[in-house]
């Protein structure tokens, strides 16, 4: 249960997402981050992973314009070998002004930012590098994969995938002699069985952004939680279901309390039973819920020890969801 196979490697079947160690940056004019964060306690928590058997780490170019890379690469530094590291291309990064912007998906603009990437990383190859453009046009496929294969034969990156929530478009990239995954949107209130079941027929590792939804699925969010200017929930877009107008969605929170309990069956905590639903959704499944501080990873990695639900238990919620309308 520990483990999950991504291409020819075992890692282990929870990862970390460090979408938030970025601190502050802006998509356009629109606030990306997750607010301000201490980079100290950022790189403490990384080790405090590793320590507890965590080895997959999700990053990207845009998180921070180029921050989270370099928090994760120095929280590496020293145990390098230790760490499957993710992270992402395909927008125009500033890493002086914090901004992301265009599409860049040029055969130059591949390397250019892969390059960027080992230079921040600290690192001298990606372990896995995503397409971070969720509906690139099918008929520009072709071409990535003529630069990523490329950049595997150079040994600057060890594999590639894709992160989109489309499987027509993750089993036209999974044609790649090197793609190993699907990066896509999964929880216990978002599912995914189209795409769970494309991974099943390719053998692609899903990899399961948005586990916790947002941080909705921990239970720490009540109506009226209050959000810093800079972070992306206080914004609420379209796209963000466990969030709106600056609020937790009072729809999920309602259908949390109806499924609570048999979240927490076995002493685990919300954010545990959250992640065992996932597991037990596919044994490809490798969620990366986001963290900041010590006292998460330690939350989040402490799921492992009880693993996925039963299949009673996932009975027994889609019971209580189907009984309540969802």
């Known amino acids: 249960m520990h483990t999950r196979t991504l291409g020819t490697r075992s890692v282990s079947a929870l990862g970390l997402g460090c979408w938030a160690i970025g601190g502050p940056w802006h998509f356009g004019d629109q606030e990306a981050g997750w607010g301000t964060v201490d980079d100290q306690e950022s790189i403490r928590a990384v080790q405090a992973a590793l320590d507890l058997g965590v080895t997959v780490f999700d990053t990207a170019a845009n998180y ?10 120095r929280a590496l530094a020293t145990r390098r070998e230790e760490a499957v590291i993710a992270t992402k291309f395909g927008y125009a990064v500033d890493e002086a002004r914090k901004e992301v912007g265009g599409i860049e998906i040029s055969p130059a603009d591949i390397r250019a930012s892969c390059e960027a990437s080992l230079r921040r990383l600290a690192t001298d190859r990606i372990d896995l590098f ?12 072709d071409g990535v994969l003529e630069s990523l294969e490329r950049l595997v034969a150079e040994g600057l990156i060890r594999a590639y995938g894709w992160s989109t929530d489309d499987p027509e478009r993750a089993r036209r990239f999974g044609r790649g002699a090197h793609c190993v995954s699907v990066q896509h949107g999964l929880n216990i209130f978002e599912d995914a069985p189209d795409m769970l079941r494309l991974c099943q027929e390719t053998g692609l590792a899903s990899i399961n952004r948005g586990p916790l939804g947002m941080g909705l699925l921990t239970g720490t969010y009540a109506r009226g939680a ?16 466990p969030f709106q107008d600056g609020q937790p969605n009072p729809e999920w929170l309602a259908r949390l309390e109806t499924v609570r309990g048999v979240l927490t069956s076995d002493g685990r905590t919300l954010t545990q039973g959250a992640l065992a639903w996932i597991w037990a959704r596919s044994p490809l499944t490798v969620p990366i819920p986001g963290f900041r501080t010590v006292a998460q990873v330690r939350e989040n990695a402490g799921a492992l020890q009880f693993g996925p639900l039963d299949a009673d238990q996932m009975a027994e919620i889609d019971r209580l969801l189907s009984s309540d309308g969802a």
């Open 64 to 73: 921070g314009a180029g921050h989270s890379e370099v928090v994760l690469g």
């Open 130 to 141: 995503q397409l971070h453009v969720g509906d690139l046009p099918l008929e520009q496929v």
């Open 226 to 241: 209050a959000f810093g200017p800079s972070d992306i929930r206080r914004r609420g877009a379209a796209w963000m279901k």
